[in-house]
């Protein structure tokens, strides 16, 4: 069936650093990609989406950029601090299922 | 505004039993899914529901069953427990079916023995 992965479990930056974490996916047919932050002992927050017809989306401090070619998705996040560390998830949907599909996560860890 | 609550928050059942979780959705959200979440599997959709209606489904066994009721509050219940259900249940309001931007809540962590 059709998946959504992560290329890294885990990253590592020091804070003030630019962070981009990536994932891969297969589905071609997707409508939407989306990004979740997972704190420890919370449940995901979403972040940002990016629809199919777009390459590139900002928000604030954050940026995701779609490149369908090679089916990639990256998150950059600007100046990481502290506060960014949790695990990060991709996500898709559309293409005819309404059913999301999420990658397994990378763990950002930001040392002070 | 308050966000997604779930209740209880941590769970601890036999095999074999049965289960009932709660899922509040933010005031206005008519959507509400479900998933679970294990540190093998990932997080995986269980089910959503929207005005009342189960939607969408996930490839879970009958076992895994919900409702939504009138004020779009929902409840899933796990029935004859496996320790396989060992995991952190987790549900997400939206303001439209299959919205896109989901909130989700603290979840549930549930453990069988």
């Known amino acids: 069936g059709e998946s959504v992965g992560l290329h890294l479990p885990t990253l590592s930056v020091q804070e003030g650093d630019n962070s981009i974490i990536n994932c891969a996916y297969s589905n071609s047919a997707s409508d939407y990609f989306i990004w979740y932050k997972q704190e420890s002992g919370k449940g995901p927050q979403f972040i940002i989406d990016?629809?199919?017809?777009?390459d590139k989306r900002q928000g604030q401090r954050v940026t995701v950029l779609l490149n369908k070619t090679v089916k990639h998705l990256s998150l950059q996040i600007a100046a990481t601090q502290p506060g960014d560390s949790a695990v990060y998830f991709c996500a898709e949907m559309g293409g005819g299922s309404y059913i999301p599909t999420f990658g397994r996560g990378t763990s950002l860890i930001v040392h002070p | 505004k308050a966000g997604v609550t779930q209740t209880p928050r941590y769970l601890i059942k036999t095999r074999g039993q049965q289960v009932t979780l709660s899922c509040s959705p933010i005031?206005?959200?008519?959507?509400v899914s479900w998933y679970q979440q294990t540190p093998g599997q990932g997080l995986q959709f269980l089910f959503e529901y929207f005005s009342e209606t189960q939607r969408n489904k996930g490839n879970f066994p009958g076992r895994f069953s919900g409702r939504q009721f009138s004020n779009s509050r929902s409840e899933m219940n796990v029935s004859t427990l496996e320790l396989g259900d060992s995991a952190l249940y987790l549900c997400?309001?939206?303001?439209?079916?299959?919205?896109?931007?989901?909130?989700f809540g603290p979840g549930t962590r549930l453990t069988v023995t």
């Open positions: 997400a309001s939206s303001l439209e079916l299959a919205g896109v931007e989901q909130y």
């Open positions: 990016i629809r199919s017809n777009m």
């Open positions: 005031s206005g959200h008519r959507s």
